[in-house]
Structure formats: structure tokens, C-alpha cells
């Protein structure tokens, strides 16, 4: 009468590295004893988000979704027969560290008054998708940042505004995790256009009316006379309106 006995089944390594949410994490299980080949199941517990065990390698593959320290057990199951198959466990506690999620663009291009201005600010690392938000100074008046990355608007305000933007990303477990970039934004000085670049002519004891009108910057726009003088008889509103009867004839 012979007793085969059963095998000690060993699971290895004895540990799991780290990993890092966001970051691509490979460690494959392995066993002895018994007879070859084994199968590989997690028989309590749960892998992180985003990891998953092939049962077949023992690759434990992915990328974690979810930070923490997450523990669980491997089962490798033999191909003996007989009595068999056998089983060997070991149990785990793997740590899924915080990413690092990085702003960007570093720097902002420079916008100007009253003209259109965009500029897509984006993030990386951790878990995708990001939400946006300004979480110190402020924007200039006119331009806003949309809860996914959009920098848009067209500035009413000059100068140069300084405020930071901080990412969300959308890991679980231990997350959500944050990361943040300074920024200083330029609004240039606009150019404003007086038009018509040239003004009809006028005649002595006839009435006369001209709208001189402005594009650039912010509208509503004001008018004056800032140097020379306009014809006796006539007037400049502050709104444009060049009217009147000239009472002298010439060039002004």
C-alpha cells in the first residue's frame, strides 16, 4: 500500500513592490511544488482598480486606478491528479502610491484687450479625466476657465493677472489627487482704430454732420478733441458726432 502524500504548494514572491496610481504596474506570481502547470486566482480580498491577474502566467498587469494599501490572497492551484489538485496561498499587501499630476502648458500666451483669447490647459498623471479649477488670484475681468481646461473669453481688464490653476484627476481609493501650476497672464494694451481715416469736405453756412467711430479694445467709446482745433461753428460729441455750420472756410 503506497501513500502519495500532498505537495506543499508555494506562492512567490514573498512580497509585491509598490505601485504608483496612473503608472504602468507588471509583477508576475509564481509557485512550486506539486506538478506544474498552475493556475492563479485571487481567493480573497480585491486588486486595486485598474490591476487584474492572469490566471494563467500569474502577471499581475495594469495600471491602478485607485490609491491605498489594498490587500488580498493568491491561490496557484496544481495539475496534479489523484487526490490532487493541490493548493498553496499567500497573501498580499500591495500599496498603490499618490501620482504626481503635472499642469500644463508652463506658460500662457499673451492676450490684449478686447481681442478673442483661448488657451487649453491640461494635465497628466494620476487617473484621467481632470476638472480645472482656480484656486488662488484671480483671472482678468472677461476671460474664464471652463471646469475642463478651457482658458477663454475676450479681456476687459489690461496688466498682468497672476492666479493658479489646479487639476482633479479621477482616481478612487485614497483620491482624488490634485496638482497645481502658477501662472502669469499679460493683457496687452489694445489698439484702437479712429475711423474714417479722412472726413468730407465741408462748406461755410452749410450744416455738416460726420459720426467718427472706434474698433479695438472695449467698447463704449468716448470722443474728444485732443490736439488742433475743429472749424468755428462746429462740435465733436463725446459720442462722435461731428456737427454744426462752419462760420470759417480753410483747412483744420
Excluded: C, E, H, K
Aim: proline letters at 8%; hydrophobic letters at 35%; charged letters at 0%.
Amino acid at each position: 500500500s503506497l501513500t502519495i502524500a500532498a505537495p506543499t504548494i508555494t506562492v512567490s514572491p514573498s512580497s509585491l513592490p509598490s505601485a504608483t496610481v496612473g503608472l504602468n504596474f507588471s509583477q508576475t506570481v509564481s509557485a512550486s511544488g506539486g506538478t506544474p502547470s498552475y493556475t492563479f486566482a485571487v481567493t480573497s480580498g480585491a486588486l486595486p482598480a485598474g490591476l487584474s491577474l492572469n490566471s494563467t502566467t500569474g502577471a499581475i498587469t495594469g495600471a491602478p486606478t485607485a490609491g491605498g494599501t489594498f490587500n488580498f490572497t493568491i491561490t496557484a492551484t496544481d495539475s496534479s491528479t489523484g487526490t490532487g489538485p493541490y493548493t498553496g496561498s499567500r497573501a498580499y499587501s500591495l500599496t498603490v502610491g499618490a501620482p504626481t499630476i503635472v499642469v500644463s502648458p508652463p506658460n500662457l500666451v499673451i492676450g490684449a484687450v478686447g481681442a478673442s483669447y483661448s488657451s487649453t490647459i491640461t494635465a497628466s498623471g494620476g487617473t484621467a479625466g481632470y476638472s480645472f479649477a482656480v484656486t488662488a488670484g484671480s483671472l482678468p475681468a472677461g476671460v474664464t476657465l471652463s471646469g475642463s481646461g478651457t482658458l477663454s473669453g475676450t479681456p476687459t481688464a489690461g496688466g498682468t493677472f497672476n492666479f493658479t490653476v489646479t487639476a482633479t484627476d479621477s482616481s478612487t481609493g485614497t483620491g482624488p489627487y490634485t496638482g497645481s501650476r502658477a501662472y502669469s497672464l499679460t493683457i496687452a494694451a489694445p489698439t484702437i482704430t479712429v475711423s474714417p481715416p479722412t472726413l468730407p469736405a465741408a462748406t461755410v453756412g452749410v450744416s455738416y454732420s460726420q459720426t467718427v467711430s472706434a474698433s479695438g479694445g472695449t467698447s463704449a467709446y468716448s470722443f474728444a478733441v485732443t490736439a488742433g482745433a475743429l472749424p468755428a461753428g462746429m462740435t465733436l460729441t463725446s459720442a462722435g458726432v461731428l456737427s454744426g455750420t462752419p462760420t470759417a472756410g480753410g483747412s483744420f
